[in-house]
């Protein structure tokens, strides 16, 4: 099976898909873990001014 690309995170043992890469093909996103699990995911995106 083919996957999508994108942001993907294991929890319990099962793959989960977060989001899609950003629209511009320019950003970050980071999650955060408590007690060794993912707990959040925040997605950033990056304006490139200077093209």
């Given at each position: 099976?083919?996957?999508?690309?994108?942001v993907y995170i294991r929890i319990?043992?099962?793959?989960?898909?977060?989001?899609?890469?950003?629209?511009?093909?320019?950003?970050?996103?980071?999650?955060?873990?408590?007690?060794?699990?993912?707990?959040?995911?925040?997605?950033?995106?990056t304006i490139k001014l200077n093209?």
């Amino acid at each position: 099976m083919e996957k999508k690309d994108g942001v993907y995170i294991r929890i319990n043992g099962e793959e989960k898909f977060i989001t899609k890469p950003p629209s511009n093909g320019f950003g970050q996103t980071t999650v955060s873990w408590a007690n060794g699990k993912p707990t959040t995911a925040e997605n950033k995106e990056t304006i490139k001014l200077n093209k």
